[in-house]
């Protein structure tokens, strides 16, 4: 069980800082049945900051798991028309969405990628303009995440069940910087600020392209589409409410000219997609798209990523993340992006945040694509710092800069 006092204040951070719920805005919750105990204190505190009402969608990972083994595909793939407009209703309604993430590690394994495949991209089309909302921040959203047993016998294999539970409660109230002490809601205040700084730097720089390279193997140039833009921390609504997509989050990204990646990538963290761990695997690019990939575990799920779509071998997201730095310096393998992107510099595969050029948001994304936006109905998150990686960014003039130097921002 969490302490109460922190799992309060978590909450609260999730509804306050995260999504900033509006009075009489509505609230939809997409959340796991292992995190019943967080959704049911979040619900709480959304409506204590005035929320018109509180919607609340489960998912369950053993099911899933359950659908995929026993369904058909076609009846998988069937999505019925009253759910789609409960999407529509949110979508138009401008409400506040907050996702309550619980991983079971390897929930999915044995499914048959083809088949899954086939189901995601389908419900990918059918819910095109709830992503296009929420990517494009039309109305807030966050993420949070909640402990549960399976995720933290992973983590913690040598602990007690219930001792890893509580620690792995720990790590995530630490990472989020939620403690006795504190006042989590000020503490992200300053948080907010510094990263600010740090997108600050480089939007002054207007970096033409960065080169990554480390003694893993990563030697890599992305090229930086014109007018891009850096961001992190918190983010501003197309409604007008500043809020925190992620909680925890620790990094600056932009967006790469889609066309413009040349080399070779090592990731240095395993990537837990849709209950699939692929580990030990590395990416090769050439004009911007990868042409070779291998994986020492679940190739063939890295594959599926790569050929979800016609744009998903292209990157739509470039992040920096100090080696040094509070997620990253608790030395914990969280097997969840929302975590292990955030101890990590790190690259997304598929479709870019239009936030990240200038006017994106506000510019349609047929007109995005042709100045090298990536448009893809998937976007994966893998991570590739390490301790001794070094970034030179070169400008639009040509002089070069170190951004990095044995993994931390020296700009």
Same mark, same amino acid.
């Given at each position: 069980?969490?302490?109460k006092?922190?799992?309060?204040?978590?909450?609260?951070?999730?509804?306050?800082? #995260?999504?900033?719920?509006?009075?009489?805005?509505?609230?939809?919750?997409?959340?796991?049945? &292992?995190?019943?105990?967080?959704?049911?204190?979040?619900?709480?505190?959304?409506?204590?900051?005035?929320?018109?009402?509180?919607?609340?969608?489960?998912?369950?990972?053993?099911?899933?798991?359950?659908?995929?083994?026993y369904?058909?595909? &076609?009846?998988? +793939?069937?999505?019925?028309?009253?759910?789609?407009?409960?999407?529509?209703?949110?979508?138009?309604?401008?409400?506040?969405?907050?996702?309550?993430?619980?991983?079971?590690?390897?929930?999915?394994?044995?499914?048959d990628?083809? +088949?899954? =495949?086939?189901?995601?991209?389908?419900?990918?089309?059918?819910?095109?303009?709830?992503? $296009?909302?929420?990517?494009?921040?039309k109305?807030?959203?966050?993420?949070?995440?909640?402990?549960?047993?399976?995720?933290?016998?992973?983590?913690?294999?040598?602990?007690?069940?219930?001792?890893?539970?509580?620690?792995?409660?720990?790590?995530?109230?630490?990472?989020?910087?939620?403690?006795?002490?504190?006042?989590?809601?000020?503490?992200?205040? +300053?948080?907010?600020?510094?990263?600010?700084?740090?997108?600050?730097?480089?939007?002054?720089?207007?970096?033409?392209?960065?080169?990554?390279?480390?003694s893993? @193997?990563?030697?890599?140039?992305?090229?930086?589409?014109?007018?891009?833009?850096?961001? #992190? @921390?918190? &983010?501003?609504?197309?409604?007008g409410?500043?809020?925190?997509?992620?909680?925890? !989050? $620790?990094?600056?990204?932009?967006?790469?000219?889609?066309?413009? !990646? =040349? #080399?070779?990538?090592?990731?240095?963290?395993?990537?837990n997609?849709?209950?699939?761990?692929? $580990?030990?695997?590395?990416? $090769?690019?050439?004009?911007?798209?990868?042409?070779?990939?291998?994986?020492?575990?679940?190739?063939?799920?890295?594959?599926n990523?790569?050929d979800f779509?016609?744009?998903?071998?292209?990157? #739509?997201?470039?992040?920096?993340?100090?080696h040094?730095?509070?997620?990253?310096n608790?030395?914990?393998?969280?097997?969840? !992006?929302?975590?292990?992107?955030?101890?990590?510099?790190?690259?997304?595969?598929?479709?870019?945040?239009?936030?990240?050029?200038?006017?994106?948001?506000?510019?349609?994304?047929?007109?995005?694509?042709? +100045?090298?936006?990536?448009?893809?109905?998937?976007?994966?998150?893998?991570?590739?710092?390490?301790?001794?990686?070094?970034?030179v960014?070169?400008?639009?003039?040509?002089?070069?800069?170190?951004?990095?130097?044995?993994?931390?921002?020296?700009?």
């Open positions: 069980m969490p302490n006092i922190l799992l309060e204040k978590y909450a609260r951070l999730a509804v306050v800082t #995260g999504a900033n719920v509006q009075p009489g805005q509505v609230v939809v919750l997409r959340t796991s049945t &292992e995190a019943v105990e967080l959704t049911r204190e979040v619900a709480k505190q959304a409506y204590i900051a005035g929320a018109k009402k509180v919607h609340i969608i489960w998912g369950d990972e053993i099911v899933s798991k359950h659908s995929y083994d369904a058909t595909t &076609e009846n998988l +793939k069937e999505m019925p028309q009253w759910s789609i407009d409960q999407y529509k209703y949110y979508v138009d309604q401008n409400a506040a969405f907050i996702s309550i993430v619980s991983p079971i590690p390897n929930a999915l394994a044995g499914v990628s083809k +088949k899954m =495949q086939e189901v995601m991209i389908e419900s990918s089309k059918m819910l095109k303009f709830f992503r $296009e909302h929420t990517m494009g921040n109305s807030q959203w966050t993420i949070v995440a909640a402990s549960n047993p399976s995720w933290a016998k992973k983590l913690f294999p040598n602990l007690q069940v219930e001792n890893g539970i509580e620690k792995l409660w720990d790590a995530i109230f630490n990472a989020c910087r939620v403690r006795i002490d504190n006042d989590p809601v000020q503490d992200w205040v +300053k948080h907010n600020e510094y990263l600010a700084r740090n997108n600050k730097i480089l939007n002054d720089a207007n970096f033409k392209n960065l080169h990554f390279t480390n893993l @193997g990563t030697d890599l140039i992305v090229e930086l589409i014109q007018d891009h833009v850096w961001a #992190g @921390g918190s &983010e501003k609504a197309g409604n409410v500043v809020f925190n997509p992620n909680i925890p !989050t $620790e990094e600056s990204f932009t967006m790469p000219y889609k066309f413009g !990646t =040349q #080399g070779k990538v090592v990731a240095t963290k395993p990537l997609n849709s209950g699939v761990i692929i $580990e030990d695997f590395w990416l $090769e690019f050439k004009d911007g798209k990868v042409v070779d990939f291998d994986a020492r575990v679940e190739k063939d799920a890295l594959k990523i790569l779509d016609a744009n998903s071998r292209y990157i #739509g997201e470039i992040a920096l993340i100090s040094n730095s509070p997620i990253s608790m030395d914990i393998l969280f097997l969840n !992006t929302l975590f292990d992107e955030n101890a990590s510099c790190h690259m997304a595969l598929g479709r870019a945040y239009p936030m990240n050029i200038k006017n994106g948001n506000q510019t349609p994304i047929e007109e995005l694509e042709k +100045k090298g936006y990536n448009n893809s109905m998937t976007h994966v998150d893998f991570m590739f710092g390490s301790k001794d990686l070094k970034i960014g070169t400008k639009q003039d040509g002089t070069k800069v170190v951004v990095f130097e044995d993994g931390n921002f020296v700009i």
